[in-house]
């Protein structure tokens, strides 16, 4: 089931197949769908929604050294 996966309220265009226990492999901006470049120092929230409507979010935050 292709699941859809938001960075701060922002879609990526891309759709992830979750099998089915829910497992699925996704880099966030691997293809810079989100920035040009790496991820910038902040806080982020990431949501997953399947097509059921099954929901979950996480969060995490970004420091460059």
Known sequence: ???TIALNR?????????DRAG?????IN???EYFP??????????????AS???TEIGFTVNHL
Do not use: C, E, K, N
């Open 10 to 18: 922002r879609a990526s265009p891309i759709h992830p197949i979750a």
């Open 37 to 50: 470049g790496r991820l910038p120092p902040g806080d982020y929230s990431v949501v997953v929604t399947g």
């Open 53 to 55: 409507g099954f929901r």
């Open 23 to 27: 497992t699925f492999f996704y880099a």
């Open 1 to 3: 089931m292709p699941v």
């Open 30 to 32: 691997q293809g810079h």
